[in-house]
């Protein structure tokens, strides 16, 4: 014969309990809060694609009402260009930004006609205040 199995009677209410019993009970009640972070997670997971969709589309709508503002200035920063004109005039040459060779060109010239500018200012200042 084997060895008698002694009968555990569960704690009253009163009583405290082995330490065992208290480590079991504390060991369900983090794997219950776990259980519930797990559905919390998975829940989220599930919900992703959706809320990701959803904030895509108000970034999209937030860029068309931008894109439809008008603005007092034209040509304004403030107010964002729409590509859907662009891309239907596709076949319109892009802007060509100014070479080098051409700015380099303009400087000498600036400054020639600054200083006529300066020179023609001067005669007048000195023949009305002379006269």
């Known amino acids: 014969m084997g060895p008698k199995r002694r009968k555990t009677n569960p704690p009253k209410a009163g009583e405290g309990g ?3 019993d208290e480590r079991r009970r504390s060991l369900a009640e983090e794997e219950a809060k776990l259980q519930e972070q ?3 997670n998975k ?4 919900d992703a694609p959706k809320i990701a969709r959803e904030r895509a589309r108000q970034r999209r709508e937030e860029l068309i009402t931008r894109a439809t503002r008008t603005d007092a200035r034209p040509a304004s920063k403030a107010a964002l260009m729409d590509r859907r004109t662009y891309e239907a005039n596709a076949v319109a ?5 100014k070479l080098r060779a051409e700015r ?3 400087r000498p ?3 020639m006609l600054l200083i006529i500018f300066c020179a023609v200012i001067f005669w007048l200042y ?5 006269s």
Not at 43 to 46: N, P, Q, Y
Not at 126 to 130: C, E, F, L, Q, R
Request: aromatic share 12%; glycine share 4%; proline share 8%.
């Open 93 to 97: 040459p892009a802007r060509r930004l």
């Open 104 to 106: 380099r060109q303009g």
């Open 43 to 46: 829940k989220l997971i599930e």
């Open 126 to 130: 000195y023949t009305v205040m002379h």
């Open 38 to 40: 797990v559905e919390l």
């Open 109 to 111: 010239l600036f400054f």
């Open 18 to 20: 082995s330490p065992l």
